[in-house]
């Protein structure tokens, strides 16, 4: 018969070392950044910024400009199917209203003519119709946003009767 040998193996520590003294610094590991690293990181970062950040912005004005656009496109087709069915526009004091809600004693109106409310101008204010207009059978716009008559660039008038 055979004998089982057994053999048992020891595992040995080695004494912890001193590094703060013993070792050169250049052997020594280090994490993190320096400050100067740092701050040239954040002027990088803050260079990119001030480039970046102008065209987006200047984009994010014109895209309010073609939503303004789209809306008034919007509203003049349902005020076109207003003037259909009823016969006329709706006047300067029934507003854009009209277009959700029936006036009094106006017995063909066949609407809403809008799924929801009339929204807000992408600036938040609310649209300016007249009935009859200066510029066509009714003028809508929006004046922007500088809420200004006139202006250039995002803070120009958007009109029914620019377009």
């Known amino acids: 018969m055979q004998t089982m040998r057994t053999t048992q193996l020891t595992l040995r520590s080695a004494p912890p070392r001193d590094t703060t003294l013993a070792e050169p610094r250049a052997l020594r590991t280090t994490s993190g950044f320096t400050l100067l690293e740092l701050l040239v990181v954040i002027v990088i970062i803050g260079l990119l910024a001030g480039l970046v950040a102008p ?9 309010n400009t073609k939503i303004a656009k789209a809306q008034i496109e919007s509203l003049e087709k349902a005020l076109d199917q207003f003037r259909l069915d009823v016969g006329k526009y709706p006047t300067t004091e029934q507003g854009l209203d009209a277009l959700n809600n029936r006036p009094q ?3 063909k109106w066949s609407g809403p003519y809008l799924k ?8 938040g204010a609310r649209y300016i119709y007249k009935f009859p207009g200066d510029h066509g059978d009714y003028d809508l716009s929006s004046l922007g946003a500088d809420g200004q008559t006139g202006g250039a660039g995002e803070a120009a008038d958007v009109t029914s009767w620019g377009l």
């Open 116 to 123: 929801k409310a009339v929204p807000p101008d992408p600036w």
């Open 105 to 107: 004693n106006l017995e």
């Open 55 to 63: 065209r987006y912005f200047e984009q994010l004005g014109k895209s």
